[in-house]
């Protein structure tokens, strides 16, 4: 691997800013893998493998940490932070990449092709705070991709959509911008959308991809880990393995951004505490009424609120229970030094 300057990886003032007298004397490295107790990283000197001093889960692909040299002394806050609640029965937030500046969203004009599955991956990405773009992949298999361009742009102002043959390194080339001069870029979406293949075009990597499923258009979870690697442009591109569940969590700065024509028009409602379901002077369905506003959005609206509310609650609830147990377990194990200090 080549080595990089500081700028290279990405480095700027904001992360520089974060370094005090305590942490002068260690060394800024950026991750680009997050092993199970290993975090595989990149600095001025070349890749090295640092150990974690916090649960391998406190780290994303992306982030910039102080190094002694062997161990990841400290954690800098990052500039943006990707995460979703982690799938399954569990409440807790995860962490999938940071320090992006751009987001694709990688879809393909099939099948996979979904709008509330949209909502929700920018919804994520504006409360990570990083530029969402929409990808739209497999256009040379489609007689009609920019219908699709227009359904994805069509979903918010946020959304700038382009549709591309990810095998083809002429459309590819419109990415460039987003993943050079230091800049990263995160490709996300589902399974055989196509996201590797990006990666492949854009790098020049023979990273795997797979054949999708003929009949339902789904891909077969080839990628396996997320990783940060370099563009020839200068930037750096983080492929991720396709999620399987999305739920939201701590995004109703998200959700807000995404439905901003549903949030205005509720500022407009005669009762500010209209819940739009049929209340005099509500704003939200003069508009359904008027043909102004589509009644499905609404509800998919309603949807993702009521979901970041109870993920949210769950979070908190659990992060309580956490709190109290380490509590307990320190003042058991303090009784227990004072009694046996006693005999
Ligand atoms: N014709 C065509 N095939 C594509 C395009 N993009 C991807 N493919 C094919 O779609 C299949 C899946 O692509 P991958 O790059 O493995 O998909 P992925 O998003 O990385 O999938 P996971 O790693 O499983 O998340 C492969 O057979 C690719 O060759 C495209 O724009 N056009
Ligand atoms: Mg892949």
Redesign the pocket.
Known sequence: MNTYTLTDLGWSERFANQITDETANLTPARVYEVQRDLLLVLSETGPASLFPVQSAGDYAVGDWVLSDGAKAMHLLEPSSNLTRKAAGHVSYQQRIAANIDTIAV?T?CNADFNVPRIERYLAMITSAGAMPVVVL?????CDTPHDYVRRAERISPLVTALA????DPEDVARLIPWCKDGQTLALI??????????R?TLTGSEA?????REDDAR?????THRSLVPTPYGGWLI????MRELQLAGMEDGISAVFEDIEELATQCKFNNCAHMGEPGCAVQAAIAAGELDEDRLERWRKLVAEDERNSESIARQRARNKAFSKMVKKTVSGAKKRKGRR
């Open positions: 990688v393909s992949t497999k256009a040379d298999r591309v043959n990810s095998k979406g589902s399974s055989g959308v196509g996201k590797t293949t990006l492949n795997e991809t797979q054949d999708i891909g077969r979870h080839t990628t492929d991720t393995p396709g």
